[in-house]
C-alpha cells in the first residue's frame, strides 16, 4: 500500500463523512420540523410514530451536546438513526384503507425494532465510553421501544435494565440501580426462554451493584450464578466467562483472600492466553497470505475480528488489572507475570497495536529471565518478530 | 383452584395471626365457607417462616446448579471447572453415541445426587490443599474419589480420578515416587479394566521399576513392589494368551514368570512355570519345557495343590512322549490318574485314564489300556459326558486285546476255527480268548452254505461302480 493512497482512502472518508454529517443536519432540521407541524393527529399510528421522531430527535441533541457526533462510528450509528424519522410508507394526509394501515403499522414495527437495537447499541457504547450520565436517556428509549414492541414481560427488555442498572452504578445511585436490577431478574425469573446468556450478564450486573455496596458473600453469589450460566452458554474455559471469575477474583482480592484471588486471575489469564494463541495464530496465517496474494479485499479484514467491541475494552480492562495486580503483589510470582505479559502482548498486536505490544512483549521475556533456570517458562513470544516486519511494512 | 393469600412479613405475622385467631373465635358462625377456608390457609401460611431470596433460589434451582454455585461461592473454580466439564463430556459422548447405546440408558450424574456431593467434598478438599501446596493431600483425595467410583461401577470416572491422582502424584516431592508408583500401579489397573493391556502393562513396568527395592507396604500384608509383580505378571499371562505368534508368546510368559517369581506368590509362579513348560512344549523344544515343568511340580507339591499337580503331570506326560521317554511319560499319567482320583476330580480323571490307556495301546500292553479305558468309560457315564469316545476307545482297546487270540485261530488252517469265529461273531460269548480244547465230544455239523458277512457290503460297492 502506498502513501499516496492511503492519503486518498482519508480524505474519501473524511468527505463521506462530511456528507453524512450534513445528511444528518438535514434529516434532523426536518424532522424537527414535521414534529412541530403534525399538532393534530389522524390515528394512533402516527402519534406512535410521532412520538419515535421525538424520542429520537432528543437522544441526537443529546449526544450533540455531549460533543460525541464527530466521531467515525458515531456518525454512521447517527446515519442510521436519521433514516428512521423519515416519514411512514403509504402515509396520506387523507382518510386511508384498511391496506394502507397495515403497511404503515408493519412499517411502524420495523423502525421501533431498529430503533430499539439501535438506542441499546448507543447505550452500550456511551458506557464503554464511561459516559454514564448520556447513557441512561439512550437506556430509557431502548427500554421504551422494546415496550412497544414485546410487550411489558419480556425478556428482551433486559438488556435495557441491564444498561439502565450499569449506569445508574456508574453514577453511584445504587438504589436505582437496585431497582432496575431487580426488575430485570422478575422479568427473566418469570419468562421460561430466558436464555443462559443473558442470565449471565443479569448475574454479573447483580454481583457488581452487591460488590459496589460492599455486600460480598452476595456478590459471590451472584457471581457464582454468572459463572455457572456463562459456562452453560459457552463451556467454562471460554472468554465469555472470564469476566465472571475476574469479578470474583476481585471479590476475594478485597476480602484479603490472596490465594484463591490469584488461582481465579490465573484462570482468567490461562483463558485468554489459549484464545489469543489461537488468535494469533489466525492473524499471522492471514497476514502470511495476504503477503503473498497480494491486496485483500476488505471483508477479508473484517473476518479477522476476533471478539466484539465489547469484549475488546473488557480484555484491556481485565488483563491490565491482572497485570498491575500481578506486578504489585508483595512476593512477585515471574511466571504469572510472564504469562501474563505474554498475554497481553498478543492481545495488543491482535488489536494492532504493535508499540504496545513490543513493550509487553519485551516485559515477558525479562521475566522470563528473572525466573530460576529450571523452571518451565511459556514460551517466548514468538510473532514479535513477525510484528516487526509487519510494522516495517505499514510505516 | 384457590389461591393462597399473600405471604406476611415476619414481624407483623404474629400480631395478625392473634388478631385473626380472636376473631375467628367470635366470627366464625358468622363467615361463609369460602372465608372460612381463606382463614384456615392464612393460618397455615403464618406458621411457615418467611423464605429469603436464597432459599427461593436454591428451591428452584437444580441440586446440580446449586451445588455449583456453592463451589463456586467459596471460591473453588477449579472444583466447578472439572465436574461441569466431566459432566458435559458424558453428555458429548451419549449423543456421540445414539440411542441405541448402553450409554444412552445410562443414568446422569446430574440426578445422584450422593454422588455428586461426594465429588464436592473431595474436590474441594482437593483443591483448598493444591492452593497450600499439599500435594499428598491433592493425591489422597483424588486417589479416594476413584476409588469410590470404582465401588460404585462408575469405571469413567474412577479412570478419570485415577488419571488425574497419578497427575498430581508427580508433583509430591520427598517421597521417593512413592504416590507415583501407586498412582502408576491404579492407572495400569484402569487400563486393564478397559481392556487396554499394552498401556496396562507400561503403566505398570513403570510402577515396577519406581518400587524396585523399596519397602512400600501395601496393605497389612505385602509390599507395594510384589502387589506391582503380581499384577504385571497376570497382565503379562494375558497377553502372552492373545498373542498371535509362539515366540511372541513364550517372551511374554518369560517376563510373566519373571515377575511371579518376584512377586514371591509361590502359586503364580507355578502356574507362570506351568504356561511356560507348554508353551515350549507348543514351540516344539520339550527339554526347556520339562525343566520348567519340574520347576513347576516342585512348586505345587510343596503347596500341596494337587488341581496343579494333575495339569503339570499331564503336561510333563506330552512332553516326556515327545523326547521318547516313555516310562517317565507313563509314570507321569499315573501320578495324574492318581491325584485326579484322590481329588474326585473325575473329568481329569477320564482325561487320564484315556491317556493312560492310549500310551498302554501304542505300546502293546492291552490289559493295562483296557483296564485303564474301561475306568475311564466307567468315570465317563457317570459323568454323562464324552462317553462316545471312551467307548470307542475301549472297544479298540478291546479289539486290540483280541488281536492275539484271533491271530493264534487264524492260524489253524481248521474248519473249526472259522466255526468258532462264527459263533463267536454270533453270540459274542467271552470264551473266544481262552485256550483250544484239545479234543471234541461231537464233531460239527458242517453248514451247507457258509454266509459271507461282507457280501452286503459288496453289494453296495457294485452298485457304487
Not at chain 2, 236 to 254: C, F, G, M, W
Request: proline residues 3%; glycine residues 4%; aromatic residues 8%.
Amino acid at each position: 500500500m502506498s502513501r499516496t493512497g492511503l492519503e486518498k482512502t482519508w480524505d474519501q472518508t473524511q468527505d463521506d463523512l462530511e456528507k453524512s454529517r450534513q445528511k444528518i443536519q438535514t434529516a434532523l432540521k426536518s424532522a424537527k420540523d414535521r414534529s412541530k407541524k403534525n399538532v393534530n393527529l389522524e390515528d394512533d399510528i402516527d402519534t406512535k410514530f410521532n412520538q419515535l421522531q421525538n424520542l429520537g430527535i432528543k437522544l441526537l441533541d443529546i449526544l450533540k451536546e455531549s460533543g460525541l457526533d464527530q466521531h467515525p462510528d458515531w456518525i454512521k450509528l447517527t446515519e442510521s438513526m436519521c433514516q428512521l424519522l423519515v416519514p411512514l410508507e403509504g402515509s396520506m394526509p387523507f382518510m386511508s384503507s384498511s391496506e394502507e394501515r397495515e403497511i404503515r403499522k408493519k412499517d411502524l414495527l420495523h423502525r421501533q425494532k431498529s430503533m430499539m437495537e439501535l438506542t441499546r447499541v448507543i447505550g452500550q457504547k456511551l458506557l464503554f465510553d464511561g459516559k454514564h450520565n448520556q447513557a441512561v436517556p439512550a437506556a430509557v428509549q431502548s427500554l421504551r421501544f422494546s415496550i412497544d414492541v414485546h410487550g411489558l414481560n419480556s425478556v428482551n427488555l433486559v438488556p435495557s435494565y441491564l444498561i439502565l442498572g450499569e449506569a445508574s452504578i456508574g453514577l453511584g445511585k445504587l438504589s436505582q440501580a437496585d431497582e432496575y436490577l431487580a426488575q430485570a431478574e422478575w422479568t427473566v425469573l418469570k419468562a421460561p426462554d430466558a436464555t443462559d446468556a443473558i442470565k449471565s450478564k443479569l448475574y454479573r450486573n447483580i454481583a457488581l451493584l452487591y460488590a459496589a455496596k460492599g455486600d460480598y458473600e452476595n456478590a459471590l453469589r451472584m457471581l457464582a450464578e454468572d459463572i455457572y450460566h456463562a459456562s452453560n452458554q459457552w463451556g467454562t474455559k471460554d472468554i465469555h466467562t472470564t469476566g465472571g471469575y475476574f469479578h470474583m477474583a476481585n471479590v476475594f482480592f478485597r476480602q484479603n483472600k490472596m490465594d484463591v484471588a490469584d488461582s481465579l486471575y490465573n484462570q482468567v489469564t490461562d483463558t485468554w492466553f489459549e484464545f489469543l494463541a489461537e488468535a494469533v495464530k489466525k492473524k499471522t496465517a492471514v497476514q502470511s497470505t495476504t503477503g503473498f496474494l497480494g491486496p485483500t479485499t476488505p471483508e477479508e479484514i473484517q473476518d479477522t475480528r476476533f471478539f466484539d467491541e465489547a469484549q475488546e475494552s473488557e480484555a484491556i480492562q481485565m488483563l491490565n488489572a491482572v497485570y498491575d495486580i500481578c506486578e504489585q503483589s508483595s512476593k512477585p510470582n515471574f511466571v504469572a507475570i510472564s504469562k501474563i505479559c505474554h498475554t497481553l502482548s498478543m492481545l495488543y498486536f491482535v488489536l494492532d497495536d504493535m508499540t504496545r505490544a513490543q513493550e509487553f512483549g519485551r516485559r515477558s521475556i525479562t521475566a522470563n529471565e528473572r525466573l530460576p533456570a529450571n523452571v518451565e517458562t511459556p514460551a517466548v513470544p514468538i510473532f514479535l518478530n513477525l510484528s516487526n516486519s509487519s510494522k516495517r511494512l505499514a510505516t | 383452584m384457590t389461591t393462597l393469600p399473600a405471604i406476611k412479613r415476619k414481624g407483623t405475622a404474629g400480631s395478625n395471626k392473634d388478631r385473626t385467631s380472636s376473631l375467628s373465635t367470635k366470627n366464625m358462625r358468622f363467615m361463609t365457607w369460602k372465608d372460612r377456608e381463606l382463614l384456615k390457609q392464612q393460618n397455615i401460611r403464618d406458621e411457615k417462616p418467611t423464605m429469603t431470596k436464597v432459599e427461593t433460589a436454591t428451591y428452584r434451582n437444580s441440586y446440580k446448579h446449586n451445588l455449583c454455585i456453592a463451589m463456586l461461592k467459596d471460591g473453588f473454580h477449579k472444583s466447578f471447572d472439572e465436574l461441569f466439564s466431566l459432566i458435559e463430556m458424558r453428555k458429548a459422548e451419549r449423543e456421540e453415541s445414539g440411542p441405541d447405546s448402553v450409554l444412552w440408558q445410562e443414568r446422569s450424574l446430574e440426578e445422584q445426587e450422593e454422588k455428586l456431593d461426594q465429588i464436592w467434598l473431595y474436590l474441594t478438599k482437593a483443591e483448598s490443599s493444591l492452593r497450600a501446596g499439599k500435594w499428598e493431600e491433592v493425591y489422597m483425595c483424588r486417589h479416594k474419589l476413584a476409588e469410590y467410583f470404582l465401588e460404585s461401577e462408575d469405571r469413567w470416572l474412577s479412570d478419570h480420578f485415577y488419571k488425574t491422582a497419578l497427575e498430581s502424584s508427580l508433583n509430591i516431592r520427598l517421597d521417593g515416587h512413592r504416590r507415583e508408583a501407586e498412582a502408576r500401579c491404579n492407572m495400569g489397573l484402569s487400563h486393564e479394566r478397559n481392556g487396554d493391556l499394552k498401556a496396562a502393562a507400561d503403566e505398570m513396568e513403570k510402577a515396577h521399576h519406581l518400587s524396585l527395592g523399596r519397602m512400600w507396604m501395601a496393605g497389612a500384608a505385602s509390599t507395594l513392589h510384589k502387589v506391582v509383580c503380581r499384577h504385571l505378571s497376570r497382565m503379562y499371562t494375558t497377553l502372552a494368551e492373545r498373542s498371535s505368534t509362539v515366540i511372541d508368546a513364550q517372551k511374554l510368559l518369560h517376563r510373566s514368570y519373571d515377575m511371579s517369581k518376584e512377586g514371591e506368590d509361590p502359586l503364580q509362579e507355578a502356574t507362570a512355570a506351568l504356561r511356560l513348560g507348554r508353551n515350549y512344549e507348543l514351540a516344539k523344544d520339550s527339554e526347556t519345557a520339562i525343566e520348567h515343568l519340574g520347576r513347576c511340580l516342585e512348586g505345587a507339591q510343596d503347596l500341596g495343590d494337587s488341581e496343579l499337580i494333575g495339569e503339570v503331570c499331564e503336561a510333563l506326560a506330552k512332553s516326556h512322549q515327545t523326547q521318547g521317554n516313555v516310562g517317565r511319560s507313563i509314570e507321569c499319567l499315573e501320578l495324574f490318574a492318581e491325584t485326579s482320583r484322590t481329588n474326585n476330580h473325575k473329568r481329569k480323571l477320564v482325561d487320564a485314564c484315556n491317556c493312560l490307556g492310549v500310551v498302554y495301546n501304542t505300546l502293546g500292553h492291552y490289559d493295562k489300556a483296557v483296564n485303564h479305558f474301561d475306568s475311564a468309560y466307567g468315570v465317563a457315564t457317570e459323568l454323562q459326558q464324552d462317553v462316545e469316545e471312551s467307548g470307542v476307545q475301549l472297544g479298540i482297546a478291546k479289539g486290540n486285546q483280541l488281536l492275539n487270540a484271533f491271530k493264534q485261530n487264524m492260524e489253524i488252517p481248521s474248519r473249526f476255527m472259522l466255526d468258532r469265529i462264527s459263533i463267536w461273531k454270533d453270540e459274542r460269548a467271552n470264551e473266544f480268548g481262552q485256550p483250544l480244547p484239545t479234543k471234541y465230544e461231537t464233531p460239527p455239523k458242517t453248514p451247507e452254505k457258509i454266509p459271507d458277512p461282507t457280501e452286503p457290503f459288496r453289494e453296495v460297492e457294485r452298485m457304487q461302480t
